[in-house]
Protein backbone atom coordinates (compact mmCIF):
# COMPACT_ATOMS: atom_id res chain seq x y z
CA UNK A 1 0.00 0.00 0.00
CA UNK A 2 1.31 3.54 -1.20
CA UNK A 3 -0.34 6.69 0.45
CA UNK A 4 1.82 9.82 0.09
CA UNK A 5 0.37 13.11 1.49
CA UNK A 6 1.19 16.85 2.92
CA UNK A 7 -0.17 15.92 6.38
CA UNK A 8 2.24 14.49 8.04
CA UNK A 9 0.17 12.19 10.41
CA UNK A 10 -1.48 10.86 6.78
CA UNK A 11 2.15 10.34 5.51
CA UNK A 12 3.41 8.73 9.11
CA UNK A 13 -0.24 6.54 9.08
CA UNK A 14 0.72 5.14 5.72
CA UNK A 15 4.13 4.50 6.33
CA UNK A 16 3.09 2.28 9.37
CA UNK A 17 0.36 0.30 7.02
CA UNK A 18 2.69 -0.32 4.30
CA UNK A 19 2.86 -3.80 5.07
CA UNK A 20 -0.92 -4.00 5.82
CA UNK A 21 -3.07 -7.60 5.59
CA UNK A 22 -6.40 -6.90 3.81
CA UNK A 23 -7.84 -9.62 6.39
CA UNK A 24 -6.65 -7.60 9.22
CA UNK A 25 -7.29 -4.18 8.03
CA UNK A 26 -11.00 -5.72 7.43
CA UNK A 27 -11.92 -6.76 10.54
CA UNK A 28 -14.71 -4.81 12.59
CA UNK A 29 -14.62 -1.08 13.50
CA UNK A 30 -13.35 -1.66 16.93
CA UNK A 31 -10.74 -3.71 15.31
CA UNK A 32 -9.45 -2.69 12.14
CA UNK A 33 -5.87 -2.70 11.69
CA UNK A 34 -6.22 0.65 9.52
CA UNK A 35 -8.44 2.22 12.55
CA UNK A 36 -6.06 1.07 15.17
CA UNK A 37 -3.19 2.50 13.75
CA UNK A 38 -5.07 5.73 13.08
CA UNK A 39 -6.24 6.36 16.66
CA UNK A 40 -2.58 6.19 17.42
CA UNK A 41 -1.19 8.39 14.30
CA UNK A 42 -4.15 10.82 13.18
CA UNK A 43 -5.22 13.82 15.86
CA UNK A 44 -8.44 14.40 14.07
CA UNK A 45 -11.02 11.97 15.11
CA UNK A 46 -13.19 13.07 12.06
CA UNK A 47 -10.58 12.72 9.58
CA UNK A 48 -11.87 10.37 6.59
CA UNK A 49 -8.37 8.96 5.48
CA UNK A 50 -9.06 5.56 7.36
CA UNK A 51 -12.60 4.87 5.74
CA UNK A 52 -10.69 6.06 2.26
CA UNK A 53 -8.25 3.17 2.91
CA UNK A 54 -10.45 0.58 3.65
CA UNK A 55 -12.74 1.69 0.88
CA UNK A 56 -9.76 1.39 -1.32
CA UNK A 57 -8.71 -2.21 -0.14
CA UNK A 58 -12.49 -3.27 -0.53
CA UNK A 59 -12.88 -2.17 -4.16
CA UNK A 60 -9.07 -3.85 -5.11
CA UNK A 61 -10.38 -7.05 -3.36
CA UNK A 62 -13.66 -7.29 -4.97
CA UNK A 63 -15.52 -6.62 -2.18
CA UNK A 64 -16.92 -3.23 -3.02
CA UNK A 65 -18.20 -0.94 -6.10
CA UNK A 66 -15.71 1.33 -7.19
CA UNK A 67 -17.51 4.32 -6.45
CA UNK A 68 -16.84 7.70 -5.17
CA UNK A 69 -18.13 9.08 -1.95
CA UNK A 70 -17.93 12.08 -0.85
CA UNK A 71 -19.02 14.01 2.83
CA UNK A 72 -20.86 17.38 1.81
CA UNK A 73 -22.38 19.91 3.71
CA UNK A 74 -25.36 22.11 3.25
CA UNK A 75 -25.63 25.12 4.95
CA UNK A 76 -29.26 25.22 6.17
CA UNK A 77 -30.98 28.77 7.74
CA UNK A 78 -31.42 28.34 10.95
CA UNK A 79 -34.13 31.34 11.75
Not at 58 to 78: K, M, T, W, Y
Request: charge should be negative; aromatic fraction near 4%; include cysteine.
Amino acid sequence: MDISSDCEMVASLGSQLSELDSRDALRSHGRSAVYECAFRQLKHVACPVPTAILKTIEVELGAALPRDVSIRFESHDHT
